[in-house]
T-cell receptor
Framework: DTAVSQTPKYLVTQMGNDKSIKCEQN?????MYWYKQDSKKFLKIMFS???????INETVPNRFSPKSPDKAHLNLHINSLELGDSAVYFC????????????FGDGTRLSIL | AQSVSQHNHHVILSEAASLELGCNYS??????LFWYVQYPGQHLQLLLK??????LVKGIKGFEAEFIKSKFSFNLRKPSVQWSDTAEYFC?????????????FGKGTKLSVIP
C-alpha cells in the first residue's frame, strides 16, 4: 500500500564509499524528485525527473547521479561519499501540473563516519 | 523565481492555545500554495493547499490557512493545538502553470506543544 517507498531507511557508511538509494512510487505519477534535508530541517531540491527525463538539476556535486529506469522509479547513486553528505534524503512524486501536491517517501537517513 | 519566508523558526505553545504560523511568498504572478507537516522522524505530509476560489482553505486535523493576495501571505491557523501537533511545518509555493517541479519550500517552523 505504500505510495512512495525508498530503501534503505538508514545508511551508515564510511567516507569515500559509493552508495545507492532506491525509490519507487505506485501512484501513477509522472514526475519524481530527490530532496536533501539537512540537520536544520532545510529542504533542498536536488533533482526532478518527468517521464524519465531530467527536468531539474540543481547545484549538486556530480558525485550524485540520479537514474530513472521508468517513470515509477528514481534511484540516486552517490560516489566518494563525504562527511557533508550526511543528511536525510527524501524521494517524492507528483503529477506534472503545478496544482498537484508532491507525495513524499519516508526518507533515507545517511550517516557518514 | 519565487521565494518563501517563514518568519517563526520555533514556536512553543501550551495545549489548547491558538496557533498562527506565518508564511509570505515573493512572486509577481499567480501561485499555488501548500502547507506540509513533518512529524518527528516521519516524512512530509500535505496539510492543505490553495489553488483558486475561497481564500480560506481547510485542511486535515483542524488546520486552516488564509490566502491574502495583497499581503502575499498564506498563514496557517488552528484554534486549539494538541500535543500531537508537535512537528515541523513547511509552507511551499509554485507558480501557476510552471509545473509541480518548481515547488519552493520555506525553511520550516518547528512547533512544540507542551502538555
Amino acid at each position: 500500500d505504500t505510495a512512495v517507498s525508498q530503501t534503505p531507511k538508514y545508511l551508515v557508511t564510511q567516507m569515500g564509499n559509493d552508495k545507492s538509494i532506491k525509490c519507487e512510487q505506485n501512484l501513477g505519477h509522472d514526475t519524481m524528485y530527490w530532496y536533501k534535508q539537512d540537520s536544520k530541517k532545510f529542504l533542498k531540491i536536488m533533482f526532478s525527473y518527468n517521464n524519465k527525463e531530467l527536468i531539474i538539476n540543481e547545484t549538486v556535486p556530480n558525485r550524485f547521479s540520479p537514474k530513472s529506469p521508468d517513470k515509477a522509479h528514481l534511484n540516486l547513486h552517490i560516489n566518494s561519499l563525504e562527511l557533508g553528505d550526511s543528511a536525510v534524503y527524501f524521494c517524492a512524486s507528483s503529477l506534472k501540473s503545478s496544482n498537484q501536491p508532491q507525495h513524499f517517501g519516508d526518507g533515507t537517513r545517511l550517516s557518514i563516519l | 523565481a519565487q521565494s518563501v519566508s517563514q518568519h517563526n523558526h520555533h514556536v512553543i505553545l501550551s495545549e489548547a492555545a491558538s496557533l498562527e504560523l506565518g508564511c509570505n511568498y515573493s512572486y509577481g504572478g499567480t501561485v499555488n500554495l501548500f502547507w506540509y507537516v513533518q512529524y518527528p522522524g516521519q516524512h512530509l505530509q500535505l496539510l492543505l493547499k490553495y489553488f483558486s476560489g475561497d481564500p480560506l482553505v481547510k485542511g486535515i486535523k483542524g488546520f486552516e490557512a488564509e490566502f491574502i493576495k495583497s499581503k502575499f501571505s498564506f498563514n496557517l491557523r488552528k484554534p486549539s493545538v494538541q500535543w500531537s501537533d508537535t512537528a515541523e511545518y513547511f509552507c511551499a509555493v509554485n507558480a501557476r502553470g510552471a509545473g509541480s517541479y518548481q515547488l519552493t519550500f520555506g525553511k520550516g517552523t518547528k512547533l512544540s506543544v507542551i502538555p
